[in-house]
Each structure stands twice: as C-alpha cells, then as structure tokens.
C-alpha cells in the first residue's frame, strides 16, 4: 500500500478497505513537473492491472498492456546489459549509448 501523506492515529481497526475489485480513478493534488509547470495526469486503475512500486515510484499497468510492457522491459534489459559489458571493456558511456540505444 502506498499513500499520498502519513497518519499520526497508525494503522488500526479504522484502516479497513471499503471497496474491492471496483475501478479507481487517483487524481493529482497540485503537484507540478518540468519547466512548462505541467500537471500529473490523473489515473485509472481497474480490477486486474498490475502496480509495480518501489520507493522511487508506483507505476499502473492497463491488463491489456502487460505482454507489450514486459515485452519492452526485456528488451530494455538486454539493452542495459550490452551498454554494462561495453563500459566494464573500457568502451566510453557516449559511445556505448550511442552503439545499443541509438
């Protein structure tokens, strides 16, 4: 579980869920990125997508999207995994970019 603030009552017999396997639309609270002052987009999550979280972030997957995610994220992974060999061989950051991320 993952939240926007923290509570000083803790977790106890008011922390119940209220809804299960009901869509949920999260919306940003003002928080603003990059130069043109751009605001977070809002966020569906539906029954059967897959969060991914870590303590940099929480990202939704669309259940329709896992294959072409994982796909890509595979493929990312090899990638990462060719520039890691170049760089320890001595090769240059620029020049490995360039070579395996175009």
């Not at 106890?12 to 869920?17: E, V």
């Not at 029954?47 to 994220?73: F, Q």
Request: aromatic share 4%.
């Amino acid at each position: 579980m993952f939240a926007r603030g923290h509570s000083i009552l803790g977790q106890g017999t008011f922390s119940r869920p209220s809804e299960l396997n009901v869509p949920l639309r999260i919306e940003p609270r003002g928080v603003e990125v990059g130069e043109e002052g751009e605001r977070f987009a809002s966020t569906e999550v539906n029954p059967g997508d897959v969060i991914l979280a870590d303590l940099d972030g929480v990202v939704c997957v669309p259940r329709e999207l896992v294959e072409v995610v994982l796909t890509r994220c595979l493929k990312g992974r090899e990638v990462d995994e060719r520039c890691m060999e170049d760089i320890k061989a001595g090769k240059s950051i620029k020049e490995t970019f360039k070579k395996w991320r175009g």
